[in-house]
């Protein structure tokens, strides 16, 4: 059985099918999609999944302090609250997350919330364990830390090629990637993948106090 890690990407969501040392890049449109990839033990996703009805996440202060030690916490967005994923635009909600807050919602932290919303809804009630919440910076810092420059540099980038590769065949993957499928996102879904890999043999790590949101669903981040 295999796993597969996911990331984002315009709208849609790049996959890392991670089996042994192979892994294939797919090219997946929507959560049905994700979930219905043939074979795959774990699911382990670059978005946001358990949410708070009025506050931060300890999850996401935990996971911008332990980046701090390498200069990447603020590749840690704060999650949205819950209530803002009812929201049909910006400052609808930045209006909520204020009145459930107490805080505004940042422009990135916007841009997350209809693939959010798309996760939240596939999860179902009571939500499938089978799909887990990571964060691919705190990956790679887990696979080597050395990984230092920023993903979109070309340091970064060996760096993280570099901390794949011990791990799986990254560059046969990357070499056999669908057209227009970008670098970083590619790269973000293997790290994806090693840690749905660590977390499904019982060597990894979640990050949270763990407390669950009103729908079950756990606010952590593993990796």
Same mark, same amino acid.
């Given at each position: 059985?295999?796993?597969?890690?996911?990331?984002?990407?315009?709208?849609?969501?790049?996959?890392?099918?991670?089996?042994?040392?192979?892994?294939?890049?797919?090219?997946?449109?929507?959560?049905?999609? =994700?979930?219905?990839?043939?074979? =795959?033990?774990?699911?382990?996703?670059? +978005?946001?999944?358990? *949410? @708070?009805?009025d506050g931060?996440?300890?999850?996401?202060?935990?996971?911008? $302090?332990?980046?701090?030690?390498?200069?990447?916490?603020?590749?840690?967005?704060?999650?949205? =609250? $819950?209530?803002?994923?009812?929201?049909?635009?910006?400052?609808?909600?930045?209006?909520? @997350?204020?009145?459930?807050?107490?805080?505004? *919602?940042?422009?990135?932290?916007?841009?997350?919330?209809? @693939? +959010? /919303?798309?996760?939240?809804?596939?999860? %179902?009630?009571?939500?499938?364990?089978?799909?887990?919440?990571?964060?691919?910076?705190? &990956?790679? $810092? %887990?696979?080597?830390?050395?990984?230092?420059? /920023?993903?979109?540099?070309?340091?970064?980038?060996?760096?993280?090629?570099?901390?794949?590769?011990?791990?799986?065949?990254?560059?046969?993957? *990357?070499?056999?990637a669908a057209?227009?499928?970008?670098?970083?996102?590619? #790269?973000?879904?293997?790290? &994806?993948?090693?840690?749905?890999q660590r #977390?499904?043999?019982?060597?990894?790590?979640? #990050? %949270?106090? %763990? &407390?669950?949101?009103? /729908?079950? /669903?756990?606010?952590? +981040?593993?990796?």
């Amino acid at each position: 059985m295999a796993v597969l890690g996911v990331d984002g990407w315009r709208g849609r969501w790049v996959g890392a099918l991670l089996s042994g040392r192979r892994v294939r890049l797919l090219v997946l449109d929507d959560m049905a999609a =994700v979930l219905a990839v043939p074979d =795959v033990d774990l699911i382990a996703i670059d +978005i946001p999944i358990g *949410l @708070s009805d009025d506050g931060a996440r300890v999850c996401d202060g935990m996971a911008r $302090r332990r980046l701090g030690q390498f200069g990447a916490a603020s590749s840690v967005f704060p999650a949205p =609250v $819950r209530p803002v994923l009812a929201a049909g635009s910006y400052e609808e909600a930045r209006r909520i @997350s204020v009145a459930a807050s107490g805080k505004s *919602l940042s422009a990135q932290a916007w841009q997350l919330v209809a @693939s +959010i /919303r798309q996760v939240d809804d596939a999860l %179902g009630d009571p939500p499938s364990e089978r799909v887990v919440e990571v964060h691919p910076e705190l &990956a790679f $810092r %887990g696979m080597d830390d050395r990984v230092r420059n /920023r993903k979109a540099t070309a340091a970064g980038q060996a760096q993280r090629l570099r901390a794949l590769s011990p791990s799986m065949d990254v560059l046969d993957g *990357l070499a056999a990637a669908a057209p227009g499928v970008p670098l970083v996102d590619a #790269l973000d879904a293997c790290a &994806a993948a090693w840690s749905a890999q660590r #977390l499904r043999e019982g060597r990894g790590e979640c #990050l %949270g106090d %763990g &407390a669950v949101d009103d /729908r079950g /669903r756990p606010m952590r +981040i593993c990796s």
